[in-house]
Structure formats: C-alpha cells, structure tokens
C-alpha cells in the first residue's frame, strides 16, 4: 500500500539531524538580541524588560519546543498505526472536528468552556477521526481514502463553524481567531498546563512501542502474533487524538506539524520505530520553534507576521507534494470509463424535464416563503414588492451553480477523474489565497479588481493541479492528493487574514460562508453575463471535451493539440470558478455533485451531459438558497455554508461506493 522510501545514506543523515538545531538557536539567538525593549533610564525600565524576557518571550519559546514535540508525537503514531505517511491532526479533520467543538461550546456557552475546554477540543476531534477511519474501513484504510474523508469532514466542519460564527457574533468570532493558532504568552501557565500532558503521552506512546511494531506487518500477521488489532488501534488513535487535541485547547490549531515532523525525522535517517518515537517530538519542537522565532522576528515591531499555526499551514501544501510519491493507493477512484452503466433512450426529452423542473424551482423560489403568521403564496403587489430582494439572490444562486457546473464537468473531462470539482482539486481555495492577496494589496479592492485576482488564483491553481498530476498519467488518487495539498496552502494563506480580525478578515469571512443576502443588480448582471460568456464556446469544444478524458496518449493519436486544448478548458474553469466562487463562496460542493447527478441519470454525450449539469446546477443553488432562508427563519444560513452542508454528505455517500465509475 505505501512504498518504503529509500534510506538515506549515512552522509546526508547528520545535516538533517545538526542543520534544525542550529538553524532554531540562531533564530532564537537572532531574536533575544533584536527584541525591542524599553529605553533605559531607570529601574522600571530594566525591569519592564525583564518581565517581557521572563514572561513573554521564553515562556512561549518553550510552549513552542512542547507544543511541537506533542504534535510530532502525535502525528508519529497516527502514521504508525494507519501505516499512511500523510496521516496527521490536519488531513485527518482532528483538528477542524477540535475546532468546531470548541467554537460551539464558545458561543452556545462562553463560561463553561472554561472548565472543559481540552475535552470539548477531544470529543471533537475523536468524533471527526472516526467518522474518516469509518468511511474508510471497507478500503482497508487506503491512504487516498483516507485523505480524501478527512477532506470531505474538514469541510464540513469548517462550513459549521463558519455558520456558528456568523450566528452567534463575537464570541464565537474571538475563538475563531485564536484558532488560527498563535503561541503568544503572557505568563508560564500554558507551558505548565502542557508539559505534563507531554510526559504522559510520551511515557504511554513507549508503552505502545511493540504494538506499532507489531502493526507495521499487515493485518492477518498482527492477529496472528496475538494482537488485539482493533482494541490496539483504537487505544493509539485515541492517544494521538488527546495529544494533538491537548495543543489545540492550549494554543490554537497548529497546522501540519505533525505531517513534517516524521517526515523531516525519516530523513535524518530514524526508520524504526523506536527511533522515529524518539527524533519526531523532536523534530516537531524545532520545526514550531523555528517557524515561530521567524514568525517574531520578521513582523513589524515584533507583532507576530502571522499566527504561528498560519505560518505552519504554509508547509502543509507543499510537503504533501513531495510525499505524494510515497503513496500508492487500492485506487479509492477509478477513472472515467466509457462504458456506460446506464443511457437514457431519450436524452433531450430528459433534458426538457429537466428545464421545466428548473422552472417550477425558480417560481417556488420567489413566490412561497414563511412569515410570522404561516407560509404565503406572494402574488400582485406582494410579489412585486418581494422581486428586489428575491430576484437578485436568486439569479445569483442559479448563475453561480451553473457555472460552478459548468466547471466541474470541463475539470472531469481534462482530468479524466470523475470526482475532480473545484472545490475538491482546490481551485476555489486558490481563488480565495489570490483575493487574500488583492485585499494585501489594495486594501478594500473594487469588485472588478476582486474578480480578477481570483481568476488568476483560480488558474495558478488549476495549471498547477495539472502539471502536478500529469507527471503521473493523471492517477486519480495522485490527482486528488495534489488538490488537497494545493487547497491547504492556499486556505493557509487565507487564514493568516482571518486571524487578523480586522476589516479585511470580515470580507473573507463573508467571501467564506457565501452569503446572497447583499446581492444586488450588480452581482444579478454579473451572474448573467459571465454564465453566457463562459459557456457559450463549450459546445464549439465537443470534441476536446469527448477526447480528453482518453488520456494525452489516445488524444495525440486523434489529432489533438493536448497542450492548447487543456489550456484553453482550464482558462474556461478557472474564470467560471472564480466568478462563482466571488458570488457564493468556495464550500458549495456544487461543481461536484451536478456532473455526477447528470451521469447517474444517464447523460452520456458531452453535450447532453453539459446542459444537464447546468441545468442541475442551476437547480441545486437555487434550492439551497431557498432551503437556507426558510430552515430556521426569521434567521438564515449563507447559501454557500448551505449547499456544503448539502453537498459533503453526498460526496460521503459517493466515497462510500466501492467504485466511483464515469
């Protein structure tokens, strides 16, 4: 299942065992002597100095080295036990399952959570790992799968907690904040708190030495030297859990650590594992250390740069890249096939349904909601006092589901991967880390300025995913890696604004939960154009779009220019991914789940299977939109957070399958 990396010679193993610590004391001794101070002239300077030293600085240099070391222990036994290298808190969903607790605990009780803050973070995160190890049993716990429902349970868990910010104000906004992960101290209780939570776990994780070693073997080979496979498993997931869940109730969600800390151990030359139980937590305090010395120092006026846990996100994407190499999969997808298990007889008159249900959507849509005294029909006056606030929000919602639909089938199609979208290959997350970027840039950009950076975000991240993938022949389960390893560096650099908390946070927090409420004729018009512009050349494209999904191989033999012809479809993608995920925000699931409804109806041919995806797309938003004012009215849910809610049990549904077929 997983491939044994070759071992590193001997020459090399030093450097990476002597360059962490060095580079960790140069940084530290970097930042003691740059450190601003207060201005000598009298005895309350020397000891305003020393009190920021003694209970500022160290104290979270050292929360740092324990805070790390947990997490690298942590993400060391998950490893183990799942026999998966990019197994850790943050592809698992431990620490967004941690996080939602914590922030509905924050905002339903802001006085409790006080009291049970590290088992609301557990309960959570072990809730989050079981619902990933249990969609991903029947597969023997594939790597891919695995990855792929900790994708699945993060977005869910980001779009709930989204959803309780936006719904219980401040207090759930403050958690949010500090969730981003920042190591900042104002005294030695944090280190206190943690440090002994780290003795324990390491003194337990020794204890389950022999076990893992046991469990390195495969399955029938553990039972058959005794072990009590399951009882075993769960005892070290649990442990993990604890540990990972005991930093995020201290300090925040620090994200990834626990992926680079054995990897980084693994090429310093530890293989066993007693000496990866060793060198990991070790490790993990350097690589947290280190990122959060250069996290002070390169801020201005020493305020941090980012929050810690941000900073660390940063690694994430890329180092799932070069792992990526290291991860042979069951195959948990399987790629288009063009034998067809069902094919409607009658296509267009499918497609005429489809339209008219379309319709009946859009008429329910503006004419039937709740008031205070029972549902109402709006007719005349009523309904032409309705039209300025419904009809805007609800052309939105269905332009931005059709070209979210749109998009997803081109990326099927280019990809050959019948689970490829953009919310799962992370081409709206880079939409949202190019926006973060206007936002850096122009401070509050004018929305044209906003579109078209997340159009450049979105095709960076597009073109990237492919060059990525290709290398591979577009092996779906490389394929999907790379969209979660592209979409974690990108949320990473959106989250470092989050965390700022200050106006241009609340825009992409807004951007976030894809709220319609504010849509006016601007966004309307915008919808419009945009669905007719974008689509209007696909159907000139049959061919690509029927040729493509063959493989470069077959496309070369027929004649195609594979180059030009991904190209132009990822430009396509990425300016509908964009434009959409401006209008709704980037966790709708809808590019997913349209394309797959229309080929489990049975739309074979490109053209059908386009226009019944747009068709269904269309549909599906719209709905959400409606659904997501009437579910808990007077109140209501951004359609964006909606229609994820909606669309991460179907993706789980899909996952669940034992074959995912085109």
């Known amino acids: 299942m997983i491939s044994r990396a070759k071992p590193v010679g001997s020459a090399g193993t030093p450097v990476f065992a002597i360059l962490l610590p060095v580079l960790c004391i140069a940084a530290f001794a970097l930042l003691i002597v740059t450190r601003p101070e207060v201005p000598q002239g009298d005895a309350d300077a020397a000891m305003l100095n020393s009190v920021l030293l003694w209970n500022s600085i160290m104290p979270r240099a050292i929360l740092a080295l324990i805070a790390g070391a947990a997490l690298g222990l942590s993400g060391t036994l998950l490893q183990r036990v799942l026999r998966n290298p990019i197994a850790d808190a943050s592809t698992l969903g431990i620490a967004s399952g941690a996080e939602l607790a914590m922030t509905a605990a924050m905002g339903f009780s802001p006085l409790l959570i006080g009291f049970s803050r590290e088992m609301a973070a557990f309960g959570g995160g072990l809730a989050a790992v079981a619902i990933v190890l249990g969609l991903s049993w029947r597969r023997g716990l594939d790597p891919v799968t695995v990855a792929l429902s900790g994708l699945i349970v993060s977005l869910i868990a980001s779009a709930l907690s989204v959803t309780l910010i936006l719904s219980r104000g401040e207090y759930a906004m403050s958690i949010y904040i500090w969730g981003a992960g920042s190591l900042s101290q104002q005294d030695w209780n944090g280190a206190l708190s943690l440090g ?143 034998a067809a298990l069902n094919r409607l007889a009658k296509p267009l008159l499918a497609l005429g349904a489809l339209l008219i249900a379309l319709a009946l959507i859009f008429a329910v849509v503006l004419t039937l909601g709740p008031a205070e005294d029972g549902w109402h029909v709006a007719t005349g006056s009523l309904l032409t006092d309705l039209l300025p606030f419904r009809l805007p929000r609800t052309i939105v919602a269905a332009g931005a589901g059709a070209m979210l639909a749109a998009a997803g089938f081109i990326m099927q199609r280019v990809t050959g991967n019948p689970i490829a979208s953009p919310e799962v290959l992370g081409v709206s997350s880079g939409a949202g880390a190019s926006l973060t970027v206007a936002l850096f840039l122009f401070g509050f950009p004018s929305p044209i300025i906003m579109l078209l950076a997340m159009a450049l975000g979105a095709l960076a991240a597009f073109l990237a995913m492919i060059a990525i993938s290709a290398r591979s022949q577009f092996s779906p389960e490389r394929m999907l890696l790379a969209g979660v390893g592209i979409g974690a560096f990108a949320m990473a650099i959106v989250t470092m604004v989050l965390a700022k908390g200050d106006m241009r946070g609340y825009i992409l927090l807004t951007w976030l939960s894809g709220s319609t409420n504010r849509a006016g004729a601007f966004e309307a018009w915008t919808a419009i154009i945009s669905l007719v512009v974008l689509t209007a050349p696909l159907p000139f494209l049959s061919r690509w779009l029927t040729i493509l999904p063959l493989g470069a191989g077959p496309s070369r033999a027929a004649g195609l220019h594979v180059g030009v012809s991904r190209l132009a479809l990822a430009i396509l993608a990425a300016l509908m991914t964009a434009i959409a995920s401006f209008l709704v925000g980037p966790l709708s699931l809808t590019g997913l789940i349209a394309p797959h409804l229309a080929r489990l109806a049975g739309f074979r041919a490109p053209g059908h299977q386009l226009t019944a995806s747009l068709l269904i797309g269309a549909g599906v938003l719209m709905a959400a939109d409606w659904l997501s004012r009437v579910v808990i009215y007077p109140y209501q849910v951004p359609v964006g957070l909606f229609a994820a809610l909606i669309g991460g049990p179907y993706l789980i549904w899909l996952l669940s399958r034992k074959e995912v077929q085109q």
Do not use: Y
């Open 196 to 338: 002994p939570r780290l003795v324990f776990g390491f003194a337990a994780a020794l204890l389950l030495v022999r076990p893992l070693r046991i469990l390195a073997l495969d399955d029938s080979g553990a039972r058959s030297l005794g072990l009590a496979l399951h009882s075993t498993r769960l005892a070290i997931v649990a442990l993990a859990v604890w540990l990972a869940a005991s930093v995020i109730s201290e300090v925040g969600v620090i994200g990834f650590v626990g992926l680079a800390a054995p990897a980084i151990a693994r090429l310093a030359g530890a293989r066993s594992t007693g000496k990866l139980m060793l060198t990991a937590p070790l490790m993990g305090a350097g690589l947290l250390f280190l990122t959060d010395c250069l996290t002070q120092i390169l801020g201005p006026g020493f305020t941090d740069l980012a929050p810690t846990g941000a900073a660390t996100a940063l690694l994430g994407g890329p180092l799932l890249l070069c792992l990526l190499p290291r991860v042979h999969s069951v195959s948990a997808v399987a790629a288009q096939s063009t």
